[in-house]
T-cell receptor, first 114, second 113 residues
Framework: NAGVMQNPRHLVRRRGQEARLRCSPM?????VYWYRQLPEEGLKFMVY????????ESGMPKERFSAEFPKEGPSILRIQQVVRGDSAAYFC????????????FGPGTRLTVL | QQQVKQSPQSLIVQKGGISIINCAYE??????FPWYQQFPGKGPALLIA?????SEKKEGRFTISFNKSAKQFSLHIMDSQPGDSATYFC????????????FGTGTRLKVLA
C-alpha cells in the first residue's frame, strides 16, 4: 500500500526560474495539503485542496505561488520566479476526509534556490 | 494567530531513560492532538494522538498525557532507545473539526547509546 508520494525529492533552481513540486496522495485519499518547513522550524500550512478545488489557500504567499489538484494526476505546487527565501522543504499530506483526521505525510521535496 | 508552544527545543537522554516533551496550546476548541516523529530527510510520521475526552493514552513505550485545564499535553517516551533519536512535533487543529494543523517548532531528541 503506497503512501504519499512526492517528486522530485530534491530540486535545485536558480533565482527567477520556476519550481514544480508534485504530490500523489495515498490511495483512496481525496484531500491534499501542502506545508512548508524552513530549517529548524515547524511545518507551516500553505494550502488545502480537493480534486479540482482549492478549499483553503490562506497560508500561501499571495504572489508567485499556486497549487492545483486536477481530476487526473498528482497535485502540483508551483512557484514562479523563485527567490532564495523559497529554499525549504515542502511536504504534502493527504487524508481520507477533510475534517479533523489523520494526515499522512510524504517524504518531502527539498528545494534549493541558488 | 493561534500558537502551539513546544519545549524543549532539544533534548539529550541516556539509553533507557525517559524523554519528556511538552506542548501548550491557546485555543480551547482544539480537540485532536497528534504527535509526529520526523527522521532526517524524511517526512513527519504520525506517532500517537489523543482527544481531550481522555487524560492519557499509551501505545507501547509512547504515552500522551493531557491536561485540559492547563491547556497542555506532553509526550513521554519510556525506555528511550537510540532509534528514537529524531525530531518530534506536536500539532493541533486550528479549531474544532478543521483540517488546518498548527505545528509546534519541534524537539530534537538524541538518545545516547
Amino acid at each position: 500500500n503506497a503512501g504519499v508520494m512526492q517528486n522530485p525529492r530534491h530540486l535545485v533552481r536558480r533565482r527567477g526560474q520556476e519550481a514544480r513540486l508534485r504530490c500523489s496522495p495515498m490511495k483512496g485519499h481525496s484531500h491534499v495539503y501542502w506545508y512548508r518547513q524552513l530549517p529548524e522550524e515547524g511545518l507551516k500550512f500553505m494550502v488545502y485542496l480537493q480534486k479540482e478545488n482549492i478549499i483553503d489557500e490562506s497560508g500561501m504567499p499571495k504572489e508567485r505561488f499556486s497549487a492545483e489538484f486536477p481530476k487526473e494526476g498528482p497535485s502540483i505546487l508551483r512557484i514562479q520566479q523563485v527567490v532564495r527565501g523559497d529554499s525549504a522543504a515542502y511536504f504534502c499530506a493527504s487524508s481520507s476526509t477533510g475534517d479533523t483526521d489523520t494526515q499522512y505525510f510524504g517524504p518531502g521535496t527539498r528545494l534549493t534556490v541558488l | 494567530q493561534q500558537q502551539v508552544k513546544q519545549s524543549p527545543q532539544s533534548l539529550i537522554v541516556q539509553k533507557g531513560g525517559i524523554s519528556i516533551i511538552n506542548c501548550a496550546y491557546e485555543n480551547t476548541a482544539f480537540d485532536y492532538f497528534p504527535w509526529y516523529q520526523q527522521f532526517p530527510g524524511k517526512g513527519p510520521a504520525l506517532l500517537i494522538a489523543i482527544r481531550p475526552d481522555v487524560s492519557e493514552k499509551k501505545e507501547g513505550r509512547f504515552t500522551i498525557s493531557f491536561n485540559k485545564s492547563a491547556k497542555q499535553f506532553s509526550l513521554h517516551i519510556m525506555d528511550s532507545q537510540p532509534g528514537d533519536s529524531a525530531t518530534y512535533f506536536c500539532a493541533a487543529p486550528l479549531c474544532s473539526g478543521t483540517y488546518k494543523y498548527i505545528f509546534g517548532t519541534g524537539t530534537r531528541l538524541k538518545v545516547l547509546a
